[in-house]
């Protein structure tokens, strides 16, 4: 079936570095892709995400890439900061019809001080 | 988000019980999702809902029903809970005009003994 793999499982970077977090999908006719942040007993929260026409999506520290061709997509956080510490999921719809997403395993990004 | 709710929030139960974990939004979403969350494995669907009348199984429905009582409602039941079903299980909600988007519930700690 259609899968999401998600590396690193673990990320630890010096605080004001930057991380990054790289996703590969299988379906050819997924059209969105959603990042979601999850602190330690917290619920999924979005962050970002980006759909297929695009390249390129920042909100500030955060970015994403996507290169449809390769069917990879990146998160990017610059300036990392010790709230940026949390468990990240990539996510991507099956098909183009959304509403149904397939989520990656997760990575979990810690900060050192 | 306050705006999904999720009933109980943690739960201890014995091998062979029913249980049954509720969801309710206020977002006025048509669509619904159960989600269960393992450690190393991130989010996997169970059942998903688009509207009152139209319930879909998930990739891991092996175990469990659901009931769609009502647009804002939706229940997720356990026949009888074994303890592989001990999990932390999220609803989430969506709506058609930003269907992509979900926005999840509080979580429901599950413990099956």
């Known amino acids: 079936g259609e899968n999401v793999e998600q590396h690193p499982s673990t990320l630890s970077v010096q605080e004001g570095d930057s991380a990054v977090i790289k996703c590969t999908y299988s379906d050819s006719a997924s059209n969105y892709f959603p990042w979601y942040k999850q602190e330690l007993g917290k619920r999924p929260q979005l962050i970002i995400d980006i759909r297929s026409n695009v390249g390129e999506k920042k909100d500030q520290r955060i970015a994403v890439t996507l290169n449809k061709t390769a069917k990879h997509f990146s998160l990017h956080i610059t300036e990392t900061q010790p709230e940026d510490s949390a468990v990240y999921f990539c996510?991507?719809?099956?098909?183009?019809?959304?509403?149904?997403?397939?989520f990656g395993s997760g990575t979990r990004l810690s900060i050192r001080p | 988000d306050a705006d999904v709710t999720q009933t109980p929030r943690n739960r201890i139960t014995k091998t062979g019980k029913r249980i049954m974990l509720e969801c309710s939004q206020t977002?006025?979403?048509?669509?619904m999702y159960w989600y269960r969350q393992d450690p190393g494995l991130g989010l996997r669907l169970i059942y998903y809902?688009?509207?009152?009348?139209?319930?879909n199984k998930g990739e891991i429905s092996d175990g469990y029903s659901v009931s769609r009582q009502a647009q804002a409602k939706f229940s997720l039941s356990l026949e009888s809970a074994i303890p592989n079903q001990t999990a932390l299980y999220f609803c989430?909600?969506?709506?058609?005009?930003?269907?992509?988007?979900?926005?999840f519930g509080p979580g429901t700690r599950l413990t099956v003994l």
């Open positions: 996510a991507a719809t099956l098909g183009s019809s959304a509403s149904k997403i397939i």
């Open positions: 989430a909600t969506s709506d058609l005009a930003r269907e992509d988007t979900q926005y």
């Open positions: 809902s688009f509207d009152v009348k139209d319930i």
């Open positions: 977002k006025g979403h048509d669509r």
